[in-house]
């Protein structure tokens, strides 16, 4: 373990709980040096992405309830987000970064949450614009997040949480789009955390399975729509592609996301945790 300052590569003795930063007036107590025992976000400080509802919502309320300080970007004005942000246009980004580092002096975890379905259909029935825009939100939204979050959490050995999909590892059948762009989050995931490790700086990725919500629910509808398939069959065929025969809820991505931001988690980077209950296959 070492500690970074430009230019100038530190060790630090192992049993240190916090680090001073030269320069700086605070101590930042860092998830990366502190004991493998201890589960509490206790004064990291986290932002969500696309954390107005779903998922990323309910990541931020267990970090918060960890003990973090937790603001959410959301490009949706009515969730009531910290920040009205498209995470995939740079300059909504760079002045969201700006602003944080504003409100909030640095950042120890950058969840990044955002991610769109978009088009179902088969590849030759696919509209391209429709492919283009889901992969430039979920993969390109991903990136330009963490280019602008990684001069901060290089200043607090931080980490990054990518949350990608099984779809991510399996494929997708209808989903083509959506897919590449998870797959692309995970290789990231890797590239990250190889880039990054040196600088004691995490990057790992969460694969849910199915989680009950609206979301999933819009999903089965317009996947029943391109098949003729009922609803309630495309359901019943996601159940049962799970080991565990049952879709998952948000609390569960976030209980995952809250051990993987925690000292806890110091030395696992570069992972992909699927919590799906077993998705065992993506064909019905
Ligand atoms: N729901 C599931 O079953 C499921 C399964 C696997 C993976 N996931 C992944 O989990 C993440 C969250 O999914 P969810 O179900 O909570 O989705 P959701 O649609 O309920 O919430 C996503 C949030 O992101 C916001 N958002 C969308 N585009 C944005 C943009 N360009 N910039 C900023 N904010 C934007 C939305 O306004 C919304 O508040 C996504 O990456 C999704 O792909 C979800």
New binding site residues.
Partial sequence: MAWKRPGVRIPLAPLLNSVMFLGETKFYSMATSTNSQDFSLNGLRVLV??????????IADAMTHAGARVVV????NS?KPNYV?????SR?VDAMFAAIQRDLGGLDVLVN?????GPTARVDEMDADAYDECVR??LG?TFRCTKAAVPMLLKTCGSIIN?????GIFGYPLRSP?VAA?WGIIGLTKSWAMELGADGVRCNAI??????????DG?IEREAAATGVSPQSIRTGYENQVSMKT?ID?TD?AAAAVFLSSPAARFITGQVLPVDGNIETMRA
């Fill in positions: 992405t696309g954390g107005g509802s779903g998922i990323g919502k309910a970007c959301d490009v949706n969730t942000c498209d995470v995939s246009n909504d949450n955002v991610g769109v379905p939100i979920n939204g949350i990608s999909t099984s779809a959506y998870k694969c849910p399975g199915s989680v009950s919500g609206p979301r999933m999903v879709f948000a991505i």
